[in-house]
């Protein structure tokens, strides 16, 4: 059974600088693009970071220079370290295979509540 498990959000002040991480089944990150999704209240769950199996990385504008993706092949784990977080990065993040996330795979995700 594959399994996503999303660590390390909370409430944090605007400024503040997280890491997210994301233990995967082995069945699954050994070979895929994996990546970081977000969902804001009221809003659709939107792609923020991607990263494949050999490191190369994608960003969503609003996160470019701000936040930075990784992986530990070795942990089967992926990470989000995010920086200068904005209000606007209040969202509970997932992730999963990236571009097209896999139904099935949806974990609970990790809150991240900005405070201004």
């Known amino acids: 059974q594959v399994q996503l498990v999303e660590s390390g959000g909370g409430l944090v002040q605007a400024g503040g600088s997280p890491r997210l991480s994301c233990a995967a089944s082995?069945?699954?990150?050994?070979?895929?693009?994996m990546g970081w999704y977000r969902q804001a209240p009221e809003k659709q769950r939107e792609l923020v970071a991607s990263?494949?199996?050999?490191?190369?990385?994608f960003y969503q504008t609003s996160v470019t220079g701000r936040f930075t993706i990784s992986r530990d092949n070795a942990k089967n784990t992926v990470y989000l370290q995010m920086n200068s977080l904005k209000p606007e990065d209040t969202a509970v993040y997932y992730c999963?295979?990236?571009?097209?996330?896999?139904?099935?795979?949806w974990g609970q995700g990790t809150q991240v509540t900005v405070s201004s």
């Open positions: 999963n295979t990236a571009p097209s996330p896999i139904s099935n795979y």
């Open positions: 082995r069945g699954i990150f050994a070979y895929s693009r």
């Open positions: 990263i494949s199996t050999l490191g190369s990385t």
